[in-house]
């Protein structure tokens, strides 16, 4: 599964889990308006930790939190290389 | 089998507190800094009697940066991680007006930084799992005065406040967040009272005797157990009634 399906998926899955209404991902959609709480977004990063085995959040280059969807794609996508 | 980090582990209170999981038949990874005998000793009578598990990993809690590495380690090893018992910490005792500032700032980072940082990266994995017990080892002093140990008490105040709150924050993912709070217990750490000091501590106590170790191995199993599924954002007093 590619990075940008499998960060996809686990949006779907943790919408469902929480009880959420996930808007449609698209790469412009801004992450505070996606639907999720920031519980959620723990949820989301930690899964991924597993899934593609890095979290940028805890690396020791200060990292902001990204502000669309598509910026949080490339943040993982750089960073899984 | 479940998996259970008890930092500072290796002896004390966190020896006492990692060999009576392991005998209730958890999997635990002690946390210090050096492996002790009394450790070594304990690990083989888990693995004699087979039930549970003793693991020891040594780590500088003081190294606050590497601690995401430790945990991701931890988890990629010992998953799921059901539980987390913050228990390390140091007890450097002197009057506030002529404490070497490193030593505040010392105790500040173990007492307080280290725990903190450690719950962010266990609790997330807790989080997908959507299960997970943290407690959080405080003391008496956090809420009742003793000369001396100003600082090290404001470290063991914040751990309440701590708990509170993040009890608060992951409660809704079904993970529970308590503190023990022991009155004063033979260890290493309490090793320089004096004998009169001690016995004014009995006096004090309703029970007219000290907390031992396995007063409080017995209050954090509690809290891991499933009877204590119920209990989250609390404080339990372990003090032979010396607060009452
Ligand atoms: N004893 C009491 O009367 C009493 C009363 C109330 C609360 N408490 C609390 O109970 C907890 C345990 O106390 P204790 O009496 O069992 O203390 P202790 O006998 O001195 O043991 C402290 C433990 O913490 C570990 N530790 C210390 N610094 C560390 C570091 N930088 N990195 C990793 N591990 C470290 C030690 O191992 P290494 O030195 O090998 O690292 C040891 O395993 C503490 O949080 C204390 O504040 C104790």
Redesign the pocket.
Same mark, same amino acid.
């Given at each position: 599964m590619s990075i940008r399906a499998t960060i996809t998926t686990q949006f779907e899955q943790v919408a469902v889990e929480q009880e959420r209404t996930l808007a449609s991902l698209a790469d412009d959609l801004k992450l505070i308006d996606c639907g999720l709480d920031s519980l959620s977004f723990a949820i989301i990063v930690a899964r991924l930790e597993d899934a593609l085995g890095v979290d940028p959040f805890s690396s020791d280059q200060a990292v902001d939190f990204p502000v669309t969807f598509g910026d949080f794609v490339r943040l993982y996508e750089r960073f899984a290389k | 089998m479940r998996s259970v980090i008890v *930092?500072?582990?290796?002896?004390?209170?966190?020896?006492?507190i990692g060999t009576r999981l392991a005998a209730g038949g958890l999997r635990v990874i002690? @946390?210090?800094?050096?492996? *002790?005998p009394e450790f070594s000793t304990a690990a083989a009578a888990v693995r004699e009697a087979g039930r549970g598990a003793l693991h020891f990993r040594?780590?500088?809690?003081?190294?606050t940066r590497g601690i995401a590495a430790l945990v991701s380690s931890l988890h990629k090893e010992f998953r799921p991680l059901y539980g987390l018992v913050?228990?390390?910490? @140091?007890?450097t005792s002197g009057v506030l007006a002529i404490m070497p500032d490193e030593q505040i700032e010392r105790l500040i980072g @173990?007492?307080v930084t280290?725990p903190l940082v450690l719950s962010k990266y266990v609790v997330r994995h807790m989080m997908s799992e959507h299960a997970g017990r943290v407690v959080n080892?405080?003391? @008496?002093?956090a809420s009742t005065g003793y000369h001396g140990l100003s600082a090290?008490s404001a470290?063991?105040a914040a751990l309440i406040g701590f708990t509170r709150s993040l009890a608060r924050e992951v409660g809704p993912l079904g993970i529970t967040v308590n503190a023990v709070?022991?009155?004063?217990?033979? *260890?290493?750490?309490?090793a320089e009272l004096g004998e009169g000091e001690r016995d004014k501590i009995m006096r004090r106590s309703a029970l007219r005797r000290l907390?031992g170790?396995e007063d409080?191995a017995g209050a954090v199993e509690f809290l891991l157990s499933d009877q204590a599924k119920n209990i989250t954002g609390t404080t339990l007093t372990v003090d032979a009634g010396n607060t009452a």
């Open positions: - | *930092t500072g582990g290796s002896r004390g209170l966190g020896l006492s002690a @946390i210090a800094r050096r492996e *002790t040594a780590f500088d809690l003081g190294e913050n228990n390390a910490g @140091i007890g @173990i007492n280290a080892i405080s003391s @008496i002093v090290y470290t063991k709070a022991p009155g004063f217990a033979d *260890t290493e750490m309490t907390v170790p409080v």
